[in-house]
């Protein structure tokens, strides 16, 4: 399993999200996502967030709140534990990104668009400021098969 990292920085009521449409063969093609990447050798989880943020947005995050852990497993994509973090105090200027297209999402607006269906679980979780927690994505293909949330399924 890998290790990664996805941050929602958020403004306004809107979170940068990524319009995953630039890479082939990307577990996340035309979905939209937060920002973030796999963790490098010995590089802490909050580390990889502050790297992940200013390479692909060009924004200097500071303080970015660890949500949780979530445990994403499937059967087309290799599992990863993706370190959750809301970012809410940052600086800069937006850059383009070789991964997608960035933009400013109203909220309500961003629950519409393609997604993986775990996300609007640990979305909610996150926006609710639920203390630190550990959620189990399990899909087969696009379909969410199963989610636990701290050891009891949902």
């Not at 941050?7 to 979170?15: H, L, M, N, S, V």
């Not at 290799?78 to 370190?83: L, P, S, V």
């Not at 550990?134 to 899909?139: A, D, E, G």
Request: aromatic letters at 12%.
């Amino acid at each position: 399993m890998k290790n990664t990292t996805l941050g929602y920085i958020e403004r306004d009521g809107c979170y940068l999200l990524l319009h995953r449409i630039k890479k082939e063969n990307d577990l996340n093609k035309d979905k939209w996502i937060g920002i973030g990447g796999k963790l490098e050798e010995n590089e802490s989880p909050e580390e990889g967030m502050l790297r992940e943020a200013k390479e692909e947005t060009g924004l200097t995050v500071y303080a970015p709140r660890y949500c949780g852990i979530v445990t994403f497993v499937s059967d087309v994509w290799e599992g990863e534990y993706m370190h959750l973090f809301h970012i809410t105090d940052f600086d800069g200027q937006l850059c383009e990104c070789d991964e997608g297209v960035l933009e400013w999402i109203p909220k309500e607006r961003f629950a519409k668009l393609p997604q993986w269906e775990g996300d609007k679980l640990f979305l909610r979780l996150m926006q609710e400021n639920i203390p630190f927690f550990s959620l189990k994505l399990q899909y087969e293909g696009d379909r969410l098969l199963c989610a636990t949330l701290n050891g009891k399924q949902l």
